[in-house]
């Protein structure tokens, strides 16, 4: 689920992502304060993307490590 009103953030830096998340974190926690149900579950929304767009990097690099490590190399895959 992707929400209208991201950005692009295939196009941002890890760094950038970590930032907005938890940007993202303490806008959600002032929404909860206020009472705003309807902007806290906006906010949740936007913020799933960037967790999800954090993820995909991680697991991508972590790809990338296994397949470039001789560490890795005569492992069998058990999932």
Known sequence: MFHPLAPDLSKMSLDEL???HSDLVKRISSAYRMG???MVS???M???DYQEE???RGERALD???KNS???KN???IQ
């Open 54 to 56: 954090i993820r995909r």
């Open 36 to 38: 705003s149900a309807d």
């Open 42 to 44: 906006q906010l949740q």
């Open 18 to 20: 970590n930032q907005k």
């Open 75 to 77: 492992i069998i895959d």
């Open 64 to 66: 990338e490590m296994q």
């Open 70 to 72: 001789k560490q890795f």
């Open 46 to 48: 936007l913020m799933n």
